[in-house]
């Protein structure tokens, strides 16, 4: 069964600390990777997108890895900021076009 | 417009009445996913669009929900006699091809 897991659940921390998400799949034949940010009572926004090639995609202040071999991905976020308080989801495409959602971490940065 | 476009972005309806839920994506995305929030809960896939191909609607819960989507650009998900658990969020998203997903705001629907 395709799986797919986030750890921490939450997620507390200050102002100016480089935060550490994780993403882990059961299935490594995956197509791409996504992770999104989720505001309370919005949509979703994506963030970054990996694809099965790729190791890593960088934007701005945010860094997500791919290790297809162990399942896993991480989103680094660098010098956290109260802005960046959000659910994180990430989400494993297979080639079923179907995209499987991690239950998300939910981050709190405080001033 | 530029993104995806949902509406209405919230609904209150008695039990048992129908509701349709629209979704508008973003001009020339192929794909068009329709997926369901419920409180504190992850997402969960309800039908996938691609093309002209057949509609993935494995996700669909029951057969009070249906969707369709005219001339490959709007999506309308259906729900028939709307029960309480029923109520959350709809989230609409479109893609070109197998690429980067983009949503919408939502749906928000409330069944009393």
Do not use: M
């Not at chain 1, 921490?8 to 999104?36: H, K, M, R």
């Not at chain 2, 650009?73 to 109520?87: A, F």
């Amino acid at each position: 069964k395709q799986e797919v897991t986030q750890i921490p659940a939450a997620l507390s921390v200050p102002e100016g600390e480089n935060l550490v998400l994780n993403c882990s799949f059961t299935d490594s034949a995956i197509y791409n990777l996504q992770w999104f940010r989720q505001d309370p009572g919005k949509g979703l926004t994506s963030l970054l997108l990996i694809q099965s090639s790729q190791r890593e995609q960088t934007s701005g202040r945010l860094n997500a890895s791919l290790d297809k071999s162990s399942g896993r991905s991480t989103l680094y976020i660098a010098a956290s900021q109260p802005g960046d308080s959000a659910t994180y989801l990430c989400a494993v495409k297979y080639n079923t076009d179907k995209l499987i959602f991690g239950t998300g971490t939910r981050l709190q940065v405080f001033p | 417009g530029a993104g995806v476009s949902q509406s209405p972005s919230n609904k209150v309806t008695e039990k048992g009445k129908d509701v349709e839920l629209r979704c508008d994506p973003i001009s020339g995305h192929t794909a068009l996913y329709w997926y369901r929030q419920s409180l504190g809960q992850g997402l969960e896939f309800l039908i996938y669009f691609q093309g002209n191909s057949a509609p993935d609607k494995s996700g669909l819960p029951s057969d009070r929900f249906s969707a369709e989507r005219t001339g490959g650009s709007v999506s309308t998900l259906t729900i028939q006699r709307t029960q309480q658990e029923d109520s959350a969020v709809y989230l609409c998203a479109s893609s070109h091809s197998r690429w980067e997903l983009f949503f919408g705001e939502g749906s928000r629907l409330t069944v009393l």
